[in-house]
Nanobody
Framework: QVQLVESGGGSVQAGGSLRLSCAAS????????MAWFRQVPGKERGGVAAIDSGGRYYEDSVKGRFSISRDNAKNTLYLQIDSLKPEDTATYYCAGNDRSYCSGAYRKAYSYEYWGRGTQVTVSS
């Protein structure tokens, strides 16, 4: 059974940084498209970054501040978030699917079969 477990969230001041982690089990992350999503109450879950063997992909509003990466030896996905803003406050989820490459719909939740439970990021001004 595939398990994705996020960690690394917390409460930080604007301008700070966080590194989120997503540890995978029964799932080899290097083989598939994986992504980070975020969600605030009352809004749709939206993708902010994705990675496959061909590259890394970012939602426009986070380019330059977010960096997605993975450590294949540790089977762990990361999201480095710098220059945090209050509007980054959300629950962050990692997601994976069974395809080698991310599609054009990589920011859509329906593109992924596997999900973690999320980690909360709160940014104060």
């Amino acid at each position: 059974q595939v398990q994705l477990v996020e960690s690394g969230g917390g409460s930080v001041q604007a301008g700070g940084s966080l590194r989120l982690s997503c540890a995978a089990s029964s799932y080899t992350i290097r083989n598939y498209c994986m992504a980070w999503f975020r969600q605030v109450p009352g809004k749709e879950r939206g993708g902010v970054a994705a990675i496959d063997s061909g590259g890394r992909y970012y939602e426009d509003s986070v380019k330059g501040r977010f960096s997605i990466s993975r450590d294949n030896a540790k089977n762990t996905l990361y999201l480095q978030i710098d220059s945090l803003k209050p509007e980054d406050t959300a629950t962050y989820y990692c997601a994976g699917n069974d395809r080698s490459y991310c599609s054009g719909a990589y920011r859509k939740a329906y593109s992924y079969e596997y999900w973690g439970r999320g980690t909360q990021v709160t940014v104060s001004s």
